[in-house]
Nanobody
Framework: QVQLVESGGGLVQAGGSLRLSCAASGSRFHFSINGMAWHRQAPGKQRELVAAISPGGSINYADSVKGRFTISRDNAKNTVYLEMNSLKPEDTAVYYC??????????????WGQGTQVTVSS
């Protein structure tokens, strides 16, 4: 069982910054060997991948956030971060942390946090 707890969301003006954190825990859970990711879901839209980071530190971003968002991880603290700069109103969404696992057919996200609301005002 993996527990993921996000924090750091809030209300910010366009152009501002926020830093999200996701603390991971669980019995037999070794954070350092797990891929982690941030997703978001805006009202009326499907959940989408924002950024992902592999155990080895490989990173990928959604095109919409490249150059503005930075994902990172601190294995000593079992925490993954999402630094968000130059925020836009269209970044408004609930942001979720998730664990990425490799499966026979590729990969899936099998554990999710409760989400943290990010609201960007214009």
């Amino acid at each position: 069982q993996v527990q993921l707890v996000e924090s750091g969301g809030g209300l910010v003006q366009a152009g501002g910054s926020l830093r999200l954190s996701c603390a991971a825990s669980g019995s037999r859970f070794h954070f350092s060997i797990n891929g982690m990711a941030w997703h978001r879901q805006a009202p009326g839209k499907q959940r989408e991948l924002v950024a992902a980071i592999s155990p080895g530190g490989s990173i990928n971003y959604a095109d919409s956030v490249k150059g503005r968002f930075t994902i990172s991880r601190d294995n000593a603290k079992n925490t993954v971060y999402l630094e968000m700069n130059s925020l836009k109103p269209e970044d408004t969404a609930v942001y979720y942390c998730a664990r990425k696992v490799v499966t026979t057919y590729g990969y899936q996200y099998d554990s999710w946090g409760q989400g943290t609301q990010v609201t960007v005002s214009s």
